[in-house]
Every structure is written in structure tokens, then in C-alpha cells.
Nanobody
Framework: QVQLVESGGGLVQPGGSLRLSCAAS????????TAWYRQAPGKERELVAQ???????YYEDSVKGRFTISRDNAKNTVYLQMNTLEPGDTAVYYC?????????WGQGTLVTVSS
């Protein structure tokens, strides 16, 4: 059974940085594409960044140049480095993988950007 656990969220001032982590059990990230989504209050969940099996990456336009997704195969962990954070980045951030047609989500980690 695949399980994902996110960590690293918190309260940060505008312009600050956070690094989110997504640790997996029951699967290896190296064989999957992994994505970070976020859901702000009253809004739909949206794709933020994705890292493919090849190592290629995708970023939603509003985070390009500020966020970086990466994968540590030895630790079986995917990271989302978030720099120059803005109040509009406030949301619950979720890690997601799809394996054999089944989608797995973590429990989410809250990021609040506020002065």
C-alpha cells in the first residue's frame, strides 16, 4: 500500500522560503511521476509542480522561477523548495502519485504566507 507523508509547512513572511518534503512508503518515487498540488480556502485543488520519471519537471506559471521540485532517490523523498513566497501561495500543499491507475494523496501540509 502506497502512503505519502508531507512535512515542512508553516507560517512565513512574504518573500520568505520554505521547503516541503514528501516521503513515500510502499513504492519508490524513482519509478513514478510525483506532483505537488495546493488548495487554497474556497478554491479548487490545483497542480503546482511535477517531476517525471525521466527527471523532467513541470511548473504552473505562477510559481515558475520561484519553486523547484526535486527528488532524492536514496531517501525516497520528493521536495518542493519554495522561494520568494507570496500571500497568494497560502494553501494546503499535497503530494500525489498515480501507480497502476490508483491515485494516492498525502494528508497535506499547511503553508501560510503572511506578515
Amino acid at each position: 500500500q502506497v502512503q505519502l507523508v508531507e512535512s515542512g509547512g508553516g507560517l512565513v513572511q512574504p518573500g520568505g522560503s520554505l521547503r516541503l518534503s514528501c516521503a513515500a512508503s510502499g513504492t519508490s518515487f524513482v519509478s513514478l511521476s510525483t506532483a505537488w498540488y495546493r488548495q487554497a480556502p474556497g478554491k479548487e485543488r490545483e497542480l503546482v509542480a511535477q517531476i517525471f520519471r525521466s527527471g523532467n519537471t513541470y511548473y504552473e506559471d505562477s510559481v515558475k522561477g520561484r519553486f523547484t521540485i526535486s527528488r532524492d532517490n536514496a531517501k525516497n523523498t520528493v521536495y518542493l523548495q519554495m522561494n520568494t513566497l507570496e500571500p497568494g501561495d497560502t494553501a494546503v500543499y499535497y503530494c500525489n502519485v498515480v501507480k497502476n491507475g490508483a491515485s494516492t494523496w498525502g494528508q497535506g501540509t499547511l503553508v501560510t504566507v503572511s506578515s
